[in-house]
C-alpha cells in the first residue's frame, strides 16, 4: 500500500464536497502537472490511503483521509473544450492526463495545519509538503511520515 497527500482548494472541492458526492465517491480531475500525473498514472493503486489537505485557504492543512477505489484512467476533461481543463494536445487515443477515483473515508479530528506540520520538521526530513518551492498537488507519503501527521489529530 501506497500512502499520498493530495490538495484542493476548499471553494473548489473540499473534503466536504467530497463526503456529499453518491457513494462518498468523485474523481480526480484536473491534474496538468506532469510529475503528478506520472504519480497518479504509474504509482496510485486501489487501497491507497490519501490525506486530504486544503491549500490556498486561510488556514492550510490536514483535514480529511481518503482512499483511491480506482485504477488511472484518461481525464475526460482534457477532451471536452467547455471543461477549464481542456488541453487541445491531448489524444483520446493516447491521452497525455489521467486520474483515479477517490472515497471520503473520515474527516480528521481537526485540522493538522501546515504551521503545526512545519513545527514536526525534523521528524519529516524529505516530506515533499515542507520542501521549500514544492507546489505539486498529488505527492507520496512515507509510512512513518502519515503516522506522525495522523499522531497530531
Not at 487501497?47 to 492543512?61: I, N, R
Not at 471543461?83 to 483520446?92: H, N, R
Not at 495545519?113 to 514536526?120: N, P, T
Request: aromatic share 10%.
Amino acid at each position: 500500500m501506497n500512502y499520498w497527500l493530495i490538495k484542493s482548494e476548499p471553494d473548489a472541492f473540499s473534503i466536504d464536497d467530497l463526503k456529499q458526492c453518491p457513494g462518498r465517491r468523485e474523481h480526480w480531475d484536473g491534474i496538468r502537472n506532469y510529475q503528478a500525473r506520472n504519480f497518479i498514472r504509474d504509482d496510485m493503486r486501489r487501497g491507497d490511503l490519501v490525506l486530504f489537505y486544503h491549500s490556498s485557504c486561510p488556514q492550510p492543512g490536514v483535514v480529511g483521509i481518503c482512499e483511491i477505489v480506482s485504477d488511472a484512467y484518461p481525464d475526460h476533461t482534457a477532451f471536452d473544450p467547455s471543461s477549464k481543463y481542456y488541453d487541445a494536445g491531448s489524444d483520446p487515443d493516447n491521452p497525455r492526463w489521467m486520474m483515479v477515483d477517490l472515497r471520503y473515508r473520515r474527516k480528521t479530528k481537526r485540522l493538522i495545519s501546515l504551521e503545526e506540520i512545519k513545527r514536526h520538521a525534523e521528524q519529516l526530513e524529505g516530506f515533499p509538503l515542507i520542501r521549500r518551492g514544492n507546489r505539486l498537488s498529488i505527492m507520496p507519503v512515507d509510512k512513518a511520515h502519515w503516522d506522525l501527521i495522523l499522531s497530531l489529530e
